[in-house]
């Protein structure tokens, strides 16, 4: 069990009061987490004590922070399961990971013809970058189709077999939703596509599953996976994409220049090896060394301990979520099946509005459309609330988010939501009001 009032003290953000002062209650852990004082001290460490270019020079400096850069790639490595430090390539965040892989993927491995496999509830991170690679190919070349989700918000696997045809070259797909909080199951995916007959790359979006349980790169059998430091008590600008080495040697690089060269003449270049041929430029290199502290830090906890105490968190959460029957929920009914992500509208008030009144009362969640819209139009919303936990929130902060909930819905009057119809609330989280006495709500607050 974790002690969370021990840990709460190593991150000083959690301390604060804001407006009134409302002691601050961070519940946007899906957009990014808050960083330990261990990870800031590695940062100032860097810059007061060792800070020099890495790889290139010979002076005490220079391999000072090339020894510290390359041990976070061995820590990332055992971090996640990979078989070696060249499987791990740092980036700037998930989404140049994936666009890295769009790029380099496209230009070494598909034609005309062929097929991309996404899912319906993807991050636009996972989407416009195959978009992209599809335009370059030339916008009939290259056809993107989408794995439906079903009523309870979870993948339809069954259609994911009939997707999978010989054209199908490259599966990506996020193992949790950052909207519904679904944790699809990779390894089952996995096992599909070698059912298939076909040979499909399957990518992994872990942007949101990555910080919250342990993952093993080996275990998943996917070919690539993805994720980024700031979600998980590290700096931002910071990315991961785990590979296969001997797709990574197959690939074109990604960016040109710096170190991803072994040699340049007049004629031409040739590539370093991997992992450095995709890491062109002078890196992150204070933010991947702050990173290693991060990995180190959850790892004192435990990815399994994190896990539980979210589970707890968001079995919590639902619950007490039940006291407003008009609210909608999106994402699996099991607390185990949608862990530390909970997506809401109220069928009368706006989620922004939702937002900034709970932020007055120090509770910082978010709204809006979350980089998933083609998901929102499945839903048929134009945008929704969502809060989500990490292993440093406390249920005590779940009853004061409630509170405040509680408070927002009474401001905008929504106990007429209370007569919405059965019917409608099931159908729609914008059912229409059905009561005479229903108000218009337009007022905005702030």
């Not at 400096?61 to 490595?77: C, D, I, N, P, S």
């Not at 589970?311 to 007490?320: A, F, S």
């Not at 083609?374 to 969502?386: E, F, H, W």
């Not at 229409?432 to 709500?441: E, M």
Request: aromatic share 10%; hydrophobic share 35%.
């Amino acid at each position: 069990m974790l002690d969370v009032e021990k840990i709460r003290k190593d991150f000083k953000i959690l301390g604060r009061t804001i407006w009134d002062n409302k002691s601050l209650v961070y519940l946007d852990n899906a957009a990014t987490t808050q960083k330990p004082s261990s990870v800031i001290n590695t940062l100032i460490n860097y810059y007061e004590n060792y800070n020099a270019n890495i790889h290139r020079g010979v002076h005490k400096l220079a391999e000072e922070a090339t020894t510290a850069y390359e041990e976070v790639r061995q820590k990332v490595k055992n971090f996640i399961g990979a078989s070696s430090n060249e499987e791990v390539v740092f980036t700037r965040n998930t989404t140049e990971s994936i666009n890295l892989l769009a790029y380099s993927l496209g230009e070494s491995f598909l034609k005309s013809g062929d097929e991309i496999l996404l899912s319906e509830m993807e991050h636009h991170s996972n989407i416009v970058p195959w978009y992209m690679l599809r335009d370059r190919k030339g916008s009939k070349s290259i056809k993107i189709k989408y794995i439906p989700i079903n009523k309870n918000y979870e993948l339809d696997y069954s259609s994911l077999k009939k997707l999978i045809n010989r054209k199908t070259k490259i599966i990506s797909i996020t193992h949790k939703s950052n909207v519904l909080g679904t944790v699809n199951d990779i390894k089952k995916i996995s096992r599909i596509i070698k059912s298939s007959s076909h040979s499909p790359l399957l990518v992994v979006d872990a942007a949101q599953s990555a910080p919250h349980m342990k993952l093993s790169f080996k275990d998943l059998k996917c070919d690539f996976l993805a994720f980024s430091s700031h979600k998980m008590c590290g700096p931002t600008g910071v990315g991961v994409l785990v590979g296969k080495k001997d797709l990574f040697e197959k690939m074109s690089p990604f960016l040109g220049g710096g170190e991803m060269i072994r040699k340049v003449t007049f004629e031409g270049f040739t590539p370093n090896d991997v992992p450095w041929k995709f890491e062109a430029g002078t890196p992150n290199i204070a933010d991947v060394i702050a990173f290693g502290s991060a990995l180190d830090y959850l790892e004192k906890i435990g990815l399994e301990n994190i896990y539980e105490h979210e589970l707890k968190l968001t079995e919590y959460t639902l619950n007490k979520l039940k006291k407003f029957n008009f609210l909608k929920i999106y994402g699996p009914k099991e607390p185990d099946k949608r862990v530390g992500i909970i997506t809401f509208s109220n069928p009368v008030v706006h989620p922004h509005d939702i937002a900034t009144i709970l932020d007055q009362y120090g509770v910082a969640i978010r709204a809006g459309h979350h980089c998933a819209q083609p998901l929102m139009k499945k839903l048929s919303v134009g945008a929704t609330a969502r809060a989500s936990f990490y292993f440093y929130n406390t249920f005590e902060e779940i009853d004061i988010f409630i509170d405040a909930l509680t408070k927002a819905f009474d401001y905008f009057a929504v106990g007429a939501c209370k007569e919405l119809k059965k019917d409608e609330r099931e159908k729609d989280g914008n059912a229409n009001i059905d009561g005479k006495n229903a108000k218009q709500f337009t007022t905005t607050i702030r």
